[in-house]
């Protein structure tokens, strides 16, 4: 995905120096003497892979290893039978003499920083990442390093999202008002991560939730393990007719935008989006919806600096989103900032910016 990322291949990259424990090859980030990719984007014989998202989990690895929450999704979109090895959170092994951990990222479920240890040296890897805490994935963990690997997703000043709780009020109070006209309410947000982060935070009281048959499988990953969400149902379900439907709230993937299965609710239901690019003046209509709830699984710009700032690292790297403007941020502060070039962004979290990042209003 662009997704704020298109701007990563601008401003100061990152020279590789004797000792980095992490450069970037052409088949994506590696280990030099741990003799491993972390997320890479290109098939390669050990990957480390940071959370279950198409840009950071790609087929074709000889031997995986992610954090144990990570494994049902990872199986369910890369293959049953993939060589995966998995973690706790904060469980060591050693690489050919790197020490390695994962950590809580918050960004979606089993989602991690790769701690990296080796020679007196810690680097950590952030991976995706949020700082607010949503209820459905361990909540990030600040991890003290000298060099931290940092997503910049939405690095812009004018990103800052506003509290979630907020943002689910808004989002029942639109529930509530098309459910007593008889309007379904239909909420396109991505699959993996966003549609768990509704489920569980909105008020299920209000009426039925219908999903996608898109998003059964990875519920399912989610309440394996131990996540509440409510229940919900198919637009095949037994005893779904069209009354039902006509108060619920249904959740989709983009995918399902303009799509015949839409037709079951009517010609009379109201939609929305959600997504972090909903505060991009335009976002809304771009994506022809009646609304547009700002929620995001990315750090906003205070959540980046709290985070960076909670490492305590003096060398920081950005990667796949306005990089030049979080490394000029962090240059003005006095630390050694650079980017690096990745391939990171085609996911599934957040759409393309496309046109309406020209319309952001200047940081």
Known sequence: MADGHTSSQVGSS?????????????E???????GFHIDAWRPVDRCIITHGHSDHARMGHNHYLAHTDSAGVLRARLGADIALQTLAYGEKIELNG??????????????SQVRLEHQGRVWVVSGDYKTEYDGTCTPFEPVPCQVFITESTFGLP????????????????????NAQEGRASVLFCYAFGKAQRILHGVDASVGTIVVHGALEPLDAAYRAAGVALPDTVRVTDEGVDAALLKRSLVLAPPSAQGTPWL????????????????QLRGARRRRAVDRGFVLSDHAD??????????TGAERVIVTHGSVPVLVRWLSELGLEAHGFHTEYGEQDDEPPPTAEAAEAPAP
């Open 158 to 177: 004018i990103y800052r999202w506003a509290p979630q709780a907020q943002t689910f009020a808004e989002v029942n109070a639109w529930w509530h008002a």
């Open 263 to 278: 037709r079951r609710f009517g010609s009379n239901y109201s939609d929305a989006f959600a997504s972090g690019w909903m």
């Open 98 to 111: 790197v020490k390695v951990s994962l950590h809580p990222a918050g960004h979606v479920l089993g989602s």
């Open 301 to 310: 710009w205070p959540g980046l600096q709290a985070a960076i700032a909670g």
């Open 14 to 26: 990152a020279v590789p120096r004797p000792g980095d424990l992490v450069v970037a090859r052409p």
């Open 28 to 34: 994506g980030l590696y280990c030099p003497p741990g």
